[in-house]
């Protein structure tokens, strides 16, 4: 994840290191295959070995095919390591390397045929399971996430077995079989092409999903960068779903102010770290409201902040969430002072609502998700009101009738001028 301030890696950059990752957890699963594959054929020979010795001329076959793939084996533990210390630096992996890897591996099984064959009836070592090994190495070639690598695999195996067919056939050394006759292993070997094509698709996809994974983070990021921590998870969620669009727009918002009455006489005898500590109870009181309200908050003001609902994203019932949130911050700092979390305190609390522009502000560098209009500014002086009224929430009427309240059971303050305002304003007191 980038770092705030940091520029965003492209998608090559972070998909070259999800290659990398990805080769090495590939690399993991064939060790692990190999090494189980060792212990059960050292099984199987050691309870069959009457069996084996029956179309073996002897037990050199045997442990040729055990070299063959310890040897591999070995080479995927150096290979793991290798690929483990280029994580841990950030460096990718050379594209030749790659399909060099490809080559090695994929011709693995032809070595066990051959050896195994020399030992043996070439017919019955072609239909034996050291012919499905080449299976593995294509499924696992999707780990690759690269769509070429995993054709190349599937190429890899299909003219090496049908090489091997060939070469044995010319040699006619399995007479009265059918792979004497071309089309029983050309049809195998386009089995295996066409298996190294599907296993292309699934790696393909694989890295479409990785590609959507990435943008959808690229996406969040932007958001969060935009808002910082003032918004809900649920809300980034949302303008996710909706695209992630933050453009500038013209709305009705409900703006909430709120302020920590008597702020500099509370603090004035404490430590910086126990005025932070304070700071961040209440605040943290009041982000869970704001959030769990479907609001953001927009501003830390010292002593309060400005919080708004209806932007960037309206759910309908602003104004009655902003007074529910409203409500509960008065209730919540009381239920934190009751816990000894901090002082007793007073809060004051003012809203309206109006038309405003939302949308970010700043340069290229620096940006920030602003809300601008006079609503902002009346709510504002509506909340320094509270002083004057001895109240802790005051709201317009303008926000009651949103919300859908009967202002005729809340207590009216009448018209009041507010500061800048050249008509009065019925405001209504709450708390």
Known sequence: MTAPGEPAASFEEHFAR???????????????????????FAAMFATFRGDYLE??????????VGLIVGGLLAYELVIYRVIGRRLQHGRTLPEPLRYLNA?????????????????????????????????????????RLDYRLSVFTGLVAAVEYVALCVHYAVLDLMPGTPFDR??????????????????????????????????????????????????SPAIVDELLRQGGGIASRRGTVCVLFMDIRNFTPLVEHKSPEEIVAFQNAVFG??????????????????????????????????????????RDLVTGMRVLAEAGRIPAITIGVGLHVGDAISGNVGSAQRQQYSITGNVVILASRIEQLNKDYASQILASREVLE????????ISSLGPVRVKGHEQPIELFRLA
């Open 18 to 40: 999800e290659i990398v990752a990805s080769e090495r957890i590939r690399v993991g699963i064939l060790a692990g295959l190999l090494g189980a594959l060792m212990l059960s």
């Open 182 to 231: 071309p089309p029983f292993y050309l049809g195998k070997g386009a089995i295996l092409l066409l298996s190294g094509l599907a296993a292309a698709f699934v790696a393909q996809q694989l890295k479409r999903r990785v590609g959507n994974a990435w943008r959808v983070q690229q996406d969040r990021q932007r958001v969060l960068a935009a808002f910082g921590q003032q918004v």
């Open 285 to 326: 009181e009041g982000v869970d409201v704001v959030n769990r309200h479907h609001g953001i908050i927009n501003q830390f003001l010292g002593d309060g902040f400005m919080a708004t609902f209806g932007a960037p994203l309206a759910t309908g019932r602003d104004c009655a969430n902003a007074l529910a949130a409203a």
């Open 55 to 64: 179309y073996f001329v002897g037990p050199a076959a045997i442990r040729n």
């Open 103 to 143: 080559l090695v591996e994929t011709s693995v099984p032809s070595f066990v045929i051959f050896a195994a064959a020399r030992e043996s009836n070439p017919a019955h070592v072609l239909q034996s399971g050291a012919a499905l090994l080449y299976g593995v190495f294509i499924v696992l070639s999707t780990l």
């Open 402 to 409: 949103a919300a859908g309240e009967d202002a005729s059971t």
